[in-house]
C-alpha cells in the first residue's frame, strides 16, 4: 500500500460533473501516470481545506493505494508518495487469571461504552452501570425540562446513554495520535455515524446521528453477552482489604466483581464525593472556565471562506484561536459548534451550566463555541481535592440567581462587556440558549483575572477573524465543565490506589473529548484482558 500526500484540488470542482473520486483519479494519472485499471483499492485518508488564501480555497488530500507494479512508483523516491503506515487494531493475548464475576463498567459515556464494545468483543460479558436513561428517555426529559425549567437530575444532558457527547457536535478531533483512534471511528461507522468522518481533517457525527449510533452500539454490547443498566447508580463500594469486592447500586443492591472500570464523566460531582470518602486517591487538577460566544453562522463563513461562504459543499466553518496574556493566563475557543445550538448542562439543582451542540448537518443560522480562560489549583482557595467543584459550583449558581432563578442564563452583548456596561436589548444576533436568558452583566459571575482575560482575548481574536468581537454576538454563561476538576491517580495498569478500582476517561481526568475518552476507555479495558481470562455464560471463566 502506497499513500500519496498534498494533493490539492481547486474546491470549485466540488460542483462539477466529475465526483470526488474522478477528480483525484484524474489527479493521480497527471502527476504521477497511475492509471485507474493499475490500481487495486483506493481510500481517502485524509481531506482538509486549506483556507489560508481566500481568494482561492482547496481540499487537500492523502491517498493510500494498492497498485500493482507499486515498487516502481516507491523506487522512484517521488516526493508526496510513501509506504502507508499499517493502521490496524492489533487485538492483544487474554490473560490467564480467573475473573470470579464479570467485570463492572461505571458510565456509558465514551470511555465507559467502548470499554464495554471492546471486553464485550472479547468475551468478559461487561455490566454497565449508568446513572442516567437511555438515549431516548433522555431526549424526552430533556425536552421536558426546555419547556417547563423544572429541574430534574434525569433531564441533564450531562448524564445517560452516550454521556455528554450524545448531546453535542460529537466533534472527533484529537491531539492524540493512537491507533486505537482508527477502530474508534469505524466502529462509530459500523454502527450508524458517516463513512467521512474516516478521514475529513475535523471529523463530527451530530446529535441526531449520535442518537441512533450510541443505540446500536448498546445493542452489539447486549448481543455479545454484556450487561447495561440504566439508572443505576453506584452510590457505595464493597472494599475489604483495600481490595475491591463490588459496588451498591441505588442504596439497594449489591453487585459483586473484584474489576471495577469508572468511566464516571466530568459532573458526577456526588460520586466524586463518594469516592473522596471511599478513600481513592484524588488530586486537584486545573481547568477552565468563560463563556459561550455566538455569532451568524454567515459571518464566520465569510471570515473564514471569503467569497466561496455560500458554496454548500464547504459545509459551515469553524475555528479555533488562542491567546496568551501578559499575566500569565491564556484564553482559547473550545468546542466550536458551528450552525448549532447554545445548551443547559446543568448537572445540580440552583446552577446554570453551558455547553454547545449541533446536529449533523450544522444548519443552524448560528454558530457558538466556548470562550474560556485557564484556572489552576492555586486559583482554587484550598488544597482540598475537591475545591476545584466548589470554584465551578459557585460560579454556577451566581448564574443561576443572575439568569432569573430558574434556568434561565445570564447573557451579555460583547460591545457591552468589552465596554464594561450592561445590556439592555438584542442587535443581530438572537440568542439560542434553552430555556431562556436574562440580560446581566458577566463579571458579576467571574473572578477580575477571568473576566479582564476574557476582554484581552475578544480584541485579540477579533484581529484574526474580521467581526468576531462585534457589538451584537452574544456571550452566555457560563462554561464552566471544560474538562475534570479532579484527577484520581492511577499506576501504569490504570489501577488505583484500591485494588480493582481503575479509573478512566475525562471524570478521572485523563481525558479532554470523546476520542481521547474513548482511547483511555480501550486502554483501560486492554489492561483487564491482558490479566483475565473471558467469562462463560454464568459468569465464570474459562
Not at 466540488?14 to 501516470?33: G, I, M, T, V
Request: proline fraction near 4%; aromatic fraction near 10%; hydrophobic fraction near 35%.
Amino acid at each position: 500500500m502506497i499513500r500519496i500526500t498534498d494533493i490539492k484540488l481547486d474546491v470549485r470542482k466540488a460542483s462539477s460533473l466529475l465526483s470526488e473520486k474522478e477528480n483525484l483519479l484524474k489527479y493521480l494519472y497527471n502527476q504521477y501516470h497511475i492509471i485507474d485499471k493499475e490500481i487495486q483499492s483506493f481510500t481517502i485518508f485524509k481531506k482538509a481545506i486549506d483556507a489560508r488564501k481566500k481568494e482561492q480555497l482547496y481540499f487537500v488530500y492523502s491517498v493510500d493505494l494498492e497498485i500493482t507494479n507499486e515498487k516502481k512508483y516507491v523506487d522512484k523516491k517521488v516526493k508526496g508518495l510513501t509506504i502507508a503506515p499499517v493502521l490496524t487494531y492489533q487485538e492483544i493475548t487474554s490473560g490467564d487469571q480467573m475473573l470470579t464475576h464479570p467485570p463492572i463498567i461505571v458510565g456509558f459515556g465514551p470511555s465507559g461504552m467502548f470499554a464495554a464494545l471492546l471486553l464485550a468483543r472479547r468475551g468478559y460479558r461487561p455490566i454497565v452501570l449508568e446513572r442516567g436513561y437511555d438515549v431516548d428517555q433522555r431526549s424526552t426529559n430533556v425536552e421536558r425540562f426546555y419547556k417547563t425549567g423544572v429541574y430534574h437530575e434525569g433531564s441533564t444532558i450531562l448524564f445517560g446513554e452516550g454521556g455528554a457527547g450524545t448531546f453535542s457536535d460529537g466533534k472527533l478531533t484529537t491531539l492524540i495520535s493512537d491507533i486505537r483512534c482508527r477502530y474508534i471511528l469505524n466502529a462509530l461507522i459500523e454502527h450508524g455515524a458517516q463513512p467521512e468522518i474516516l478521514y475529513i481533517n475535523k471529523p463530527h457525527v451530530g446529535t441526531d446521528v449520535l442518537k441512533i449510533v450510541v443505540k446500536n452500539i448498546r445493542e452489539e454490547i447486549i448481543r455479545l453477552g454484556g450487561e447495561i443498566r440504566f439508572n443505576a447508580k453506584v452510590t457505595k463500594l464493597i472494599v475489604k482489604d483495600n481490595k475491591l469486592q463490588g459496588v451498591m447500586i441505588n442504596d439497594e443492591e449489591e453487585l459483586l466483581s473484584s474489576v471495577c472500570l469508572l468511566g464516571i464523566g466530568h459532573s458526577a460531582r456526588d460520586t466524586f464525593e463518594l469516592l473522596y470518602n471511599e478513600r481513592v486517591n484524588i488530586i486537584q487538577k486545573a481547568f477552565s472556565v468563560g463563556v459561550r460566544i455566538e455569532h451568524p453562522q454567515l459571518l464566520i463563513n465569510q471570515a473564514q471562506y471569503g467569497k466561496f461562504a455560500n458554496e454548500p459543499y464547504l459545509g459551515a466553518a469553524d475555528y479555533k484561536m488562542s491567546y496568551h496574556g501578559s499575566d500569565k493566563r491564556s484564553a482559547y475557543t473550545f468546542c466550536m459548534c458551528p450552525g448549532g445550538w447554545v445548551m443547559c448542562a446543568s448537572s445540580e439543582e440552583g446552577g446554570v451550566v453551558t455547553n454547545g451542540m449541533s446536529e449533523s448537518k450544522r444548519d443552524y443560522e448560528n454558530s457558538n463555541a466556548a470562550l474560556l480562560v485557564n484556572v489552576n489549583p492555586s486559583d482554587f482557595g484550598s488544597d482540598h481535592p475537591l475545591a476545584g467543584v466548589s470554584y465551578q459550583r459557585k460560579i454556577e449558581q451566581k448564574a443561576f440567581v443572575l439568569g432569573g432563578s430558574n434556568y434561565n442564563a445570564p447573557i451579555q452583548l460583547v460591545g457591552d462587556f468589552l465596554k464594561d456596561q450592561p445590556s439592555t436589548k438584542l442587535g443581530s444576533v438572537n440568542p439560542s440558549y434553552r430555556p431562556g436568558y436574562k440580560f446581566a452583566e458577566l463579571k458579576a459571575l467571574f473572578p477580575a483575572y477571568v473576566t479582564q482575560t476574557l476582554r484581552e482575548a475578544l480584541r485579540d481574536f477579533n484581529r484574526k477573524i474580521q467581526g468576531f468581537s462585534i457589538d451584537d454576538a452574544i456571550l452566555t454563561g457560563p462554561e464552566t465543565r471544560s474538562s475534570s476538576p479532579i484527577r484520581m491517580t492511577r499506576d501504569e495498569y490504570h489501577e488505583s490506589n484500591i485494588k480493582g478500582l481503575y479509573p478512566m476517561g475525562e471524570g478521572a481526568g485523563y481525558a479532554g473529548g470523546i476520542m481521547s475518552s474513548a482511547v483511555d476507555g480501550m486502554k483501560t479495558a486492554e489492561k483487564i484482558i491482558v490479566m483475565y481470562q473471558p467469562v462463560d455464560q454464568n459468569g465464570k471463566t474459562y
